[in-house]
Structure formats: structure tokens, C-alpha cells
């Protein structure tokens, strides 16, 4: 899939930018650093934010930064995902990008944008995937389990959680003094160093 628009004029290509939503639930610190880094791009821009929750913080940082937000609460997502992929529609979005979203997302929307949403983890996938494996609890099970490697895990989505084809991982190391707080601070070091960068050289490199 690319995700530049090409319009050809005679002998005479022009290049648009394309269009990404961030999906995210919670505070958007990963969101902040995407709409951050992607002001500086020739190749897209970030044309929306959508949560689920309309006290989320990630809302404040779509206003700061004059990008478009919508709210979206549980029931839509389960009972009219079609009000989402019309809005999406609407907005001519070609990226999609899920940032700390803590719904499952509809097939309607997966089936919409094949091999064009992503997913960023707070581990190293296979391990500590799935439902329920998210934020602290995440960190939690790797503390518990002594894990001397953890990090971060870039996927594409798919319909079963976490388990899309891995697209970029990278690690931290984990102390015998970390807890699962001080766990979380490495990957997310690692979360606002690399997100941005890697979603990126994915739409390079199907321009």
C-alpha cells in the first residue's frame, strides 16, 4: 500500500502529504511526540486524534497543537464501529497509528487500512502480549518473572491482540534493583525515541 498520493500532470508528478490518526486512551505522551515529530515532515502530518475516553489527556495535546480530536466512547467501538471508519473516511485518513488505545479494534477498521495501522507494546513480543497486557500490569509480570531484557515492540494490527507481524523492536536492560515503575520509565525512553522515527521509514518506504 502507499501511503503518499501521487497525482500526475503530463510529464509532471506532484507528492501530497498523507493524512495519520492517532488513536490513544490515556495521558498521549507517545501521541505529543508524533504530532511533534511529524510537523518537521515532507511526507505526512498528523490530521487527527481519537480516543475513547473523553477526559483523556492526549485530547488536551491534539488542542495545544491544533489537531482535530474525536470522542468516540465504548459503545461505538463494539456496537457502530462504522461511525468510526466514516469519520476516518471523511477526513481522508491513510495512517493510522495506536498509541496507548485500550480497545480492541473492529474488524470494520482493520479490513479499512490492511498493512496501515500500527501498534507500539511496552515489551518484547511474543512475550507479554495479549489481553490485558498493557501500561504497568505489563512491567508488573516482567519484574515478577525476572526478566533481565525488556523494551519496546512496533506491530502492525491485526484482529487478535499484539499479534501482528513485528516491524521494529529494540531493549533495555532490567536491573535486579528496577521495580515496575523504573522499568516503565526505560521503555518509555524508548517509546519517544523510536515511535516517531520508525512509523516514519514505514511510509517512505511505501510511498
Known sequence: MAYLKKI???SEIILFMSNIAILASGSG???????EHFKKSKIADVKLVVSNKKDAGVLNHARNNGVESLVFENNIWSDSPDLVVR??????????????FL?????ELIEKYPKAMVNIHPALLPKYGGKGMYGINVHNAVKANGEKQTGITI??????????EIIFQTSAEVSPDDDAASIQKKVQKLEHEYFAPVIESIMKKNA
Open 29 to 35: 505522551s507517545n501521541a505529543l511526540k508524533i504530532i
Open 87 to 100: 469519520a476516518l473516511e471523511e477526513r481522508q485518513i491513510d495512517f493510522i497509528v495506536l498509541a496507548g
Open 103 to 107: 480497545r480492541k479494534i473492529p474488524d
Open 155 to 164: 506491530h502492525w494490527v491485526t484482529a487478535d491482540y499484539d499479534e501482528g
Open 8 to 10: 500526475s500532470f503530463d
